[in-house]
């Protein structure tokens, strides 16, 4: 079992940064893929970064890229997206997510562990 736990959420006005951290309680085959999603009120999860370990592949949702960047360290087994040039749009739960393997495809069903969730609220 692997445990995620996410930290850095918060209120940032429009135009502002966040970083938020996901921390793995262990590394292992099935948690290789590691994934943010959002879920603003009212609207469903979506995925918003992916990156496989080792930091080969990347995927972005159209609506962050160029603005949110997803990185590790991996001797804390932490992931990270840097969230910059926010918006109101933004505003939402991110979850931090994990799978065995990345894919083009934001299937929730895929993910086999989830974090608590953070809130990020960006006031325009």
């Known amino acids: 079992q692997v445990q995620l736990v996410e930290s850095g959420g918060g209120s940032v006005q429009a135009g502002g940064s966040l970083r938020l951290s996901c921390a793995a309680s262990r590394y292992t085959a099935s948690s290789s893929c590691v994934a943010w999603f959002r879920q603003a009120p009212g609207k469903e999860r979506e995925g918003v970064a992916a990156?496989?370990?080792?930091?080969?592949?990347?995927n972005y949702a159209d609506s962050v890229k160029g603005r949110f960047t997803i990185s590790q360290d991996k001797t804390k087994n932490t992931v990270y997206l840097q969230m910059s040039s926010l918006k109101h749009a933004d505003t939402a739960i991110y979850y931090c997510?994990?799978?065995?393997?990345?894919?083009?495809?934001?299937?929730?069903?895929?993910?086999?562990?989830w974090g608590q969730g953070t809130q990020v609220t960006v006031s325009s």
């Open positions: 990156l496989s370990n080792g930091g080969t592949y990347t």
């Open positions: 997510a994990a799978r065995d393997w990345c894919t083009s495809r934001w299937n929730r069903g895929e993910y086999n562990y």
